[in-house]
């Protein structure tokens, strides 16, 4: 059955994977290199797409905002409930609406830095 699932639905089996090896960053890294031999588009973070976990978002799986080290569960809540009023524009959106007390300059900047406001920001 599972190899069938991973022939057949690659993308929401390497999807459902790299869920249940969130924990274990060296056995994420080896799923995402089997992920690309069977041509499965993997991308970073977005912040207006991707959620606490890895996401199956059209033909692409979305990292997930808790995968970024720094970023705790509390910091993604607010971001995903924030995301509800309206998309994120930029950072300094994303700055503008959610409490410094929930995301602080460094988790901004980790954000920033693994790219989350890069490539297509409208999702």
Not at 83 to 94: I, T
Not at 101 to 120: E, Q, W
Request: with cysteine; proline share 2%.
């Amino acid at each position: 059955q599972t190899a069938y699932l991973k022939f057949t639905y690659p993308t929401a089996f390497f999807c459902a994977l790299l869920n249940s090896e969130l924990d274990d960053n060296e056995r994420v890294q080896r799923i995402i290199a089997e992920a690309c031999l069977y041509k499965v588009k993997i991308s970073s973070p977005n912040i207006n797409i991707s959620n606490i976990r890895f996401k199956l978002h059209g033909d692409t799986i979305y990292g997930g905002l808790l995968a970024l080290k720094g970023i705790g569960t509390k910091a993604c809540e607010a971001i995903l409930e924030e995301r509800k009023n309206g998309k994120f524009k930029d950072a300094q959106d994303l700055r503008n609406r959610i409490a410094p007390r929930k995301l602080n300059c460094n988790m901004m900047l980790v954000l920033i830095n693994a790219g989350v406001f890069n490539g297509n920001i409208n999702g």
